[in-house]
């Protein structure tokens, strides 16, 4: 569930003070990930790879209380729960929006995953829960390589959000650049920084 909440009362006060009515209040790093164990448990347990990094985002976010508290227009919203988007080539041959609850399960995660994706596929509607999730976007442009990507600042989305594209292969190990922007109101940087070193050990201790 979602309600709104007064910033003063929040250590993001100061931050809301600064960056709510900024030009530019999105902040993007840039990281590579080591997912060779990730490979690894995708191929070992036939499980999509997009899947299995969407579960560690969820994953890594989960502890973070930053990620809870979302600017939406002028006002700060917090949320109890956190879902992961991923995007979908449905029937149609163009792309619609999935949204997955976050869970600590795999198998469940993995399930709900497969549903959810193949009915937004079928039905061409995009799936949200924004109304009672806060939403980590992503992003997989798996057609080519990319060291990064900076997204816009709509002022409607400010959704943490993650890009990436193909992985690369170095010395048996592969590799992943990805960009994960983020609304400096709802984090800081040695938050968003904490977020991205979680992520590298999710996926590290990933198990089947």
């Known amino acids: 569930m979602k309600k709104e909440i007064e910033p003063k009362d929040t250590t993001r006060a100061a931050a809301y003070e600064l960056w709510m009515k900024a030009p530019n209040p999105m902040v993007t790093f840039f990281k590579t990930l080591d997912v060779t164990n990730l490979i690894k448990v995708s191929k070992k347990g036939h499980l999509k790879f997009n899947m299995l990094l969407d579960y560690c985002i969820g994953m890594a976010a989960a502890p973070i209380k930053e990620f809870y508290i979302l600017p939406v227009g002028d006002k700060l919203i917090q949320y109890d729960a956190i879902a992961v988007n991923t995007i979908v080539k449905n029937k149609n041959n163009e792309v619609s929006s999935c949204d997955i609850s976050q869970s600590a399960d795999l198998i469940v995660f993995n399930q709900e995953y497969l549903k959810y994706t193949a009915q937004v596929a079928e039905s061409c509607r995009d799936r949200d829960l924004s109304e009672e999730r806060m939403v980590i976007g992503t992003s997989a442009i798996i057609d080519t390589e990319i060291d990064g990507a900076v997204g ?27 960009s994960f922007q983020f609304h400096h109101t709802q984090m800081d940087g040695a938050h968003a920084g904490r977020f991205l070193e979680n992520l590298q050990i999710e996926i590290n201790n990933l198990r089947r």
Request: aromatic letters at 26%; glycine letters at 8%; zero cysteines.
């Open 152 to 178: 816009m600042n709509s002022g409607i989305f400010n959704n943490p959000f993650i890009i990436w594209g193909k992985y690369r292969t170095k010395y048996l190990r592969y590799y992943l650049p990805i």
